[in-house]
């Protein structure tokens, strides 16, 4: 069974700093690409960054390329998304998913979904 588990939102000030961790279980790095996804209220879903299986090769959205970095750790199954320099505009609810062999780790591709953890940038 897969699960992917998010934690590490929370309330932080704008210029602040946060960093999201994806614990996966049921899927491995070398066939499951990972992705972090965001949904502000009110939008649709974006994706944030994307971590490719096998090679582990990263890409970012333009609204993420320099100020957040994904990362996996294979020993502990599970996918950091380091976010620096948050804009009130990064609120949202932040998911991971797994998509196998993905290349660019769009949504439509992607076979499993978490639940989500909240990230809210306000002063």
């Known amino acids: 069974q897969v699960q992917l588990v998010e934690s590490g939102g929370g309330e932080v000030q704008p210029g602040g700093s946060l960093k999201l961790s994806c614990a996966a279980s049921?899927?491995?790095?070398?066939?499951?690409?990972i992705g972090w996804f965001r949904q502000a209220p009110g939008k649709g879903r974006e994706r944030v960054s994307c971590?490719?299986?096998?090679?582990?090769?990263?890409l970012y959205a333009d609204s993420a390329e320099g100020r957040f970095t994904i990362s996996r750790d294979s020993a502990k199954n599970t996918v950091y998304l380091q976010m620096n320099s948050l804009k009130p505009e990064d609120t949202a609810v932040y998911y991971c998913?797994?998509?196998?062999?993905?290349?660019?780790?769009?949504?439509?591709?992607?076979?499993?979904w978490g639940k989500g953890t909240l990230v809210t940038v306000s002063s």
């Open positions: 998913s797994a998509g196998f062999k993905a290349m660019r780790c769009d949504d439509y591709v992607m076979n499993y």
């Open positions: 049921g899927v491995t790095f070398r066939d499951y690409s």
């Open positions: 971590i490719k299986n096998n090679e582990g090769t990263t």
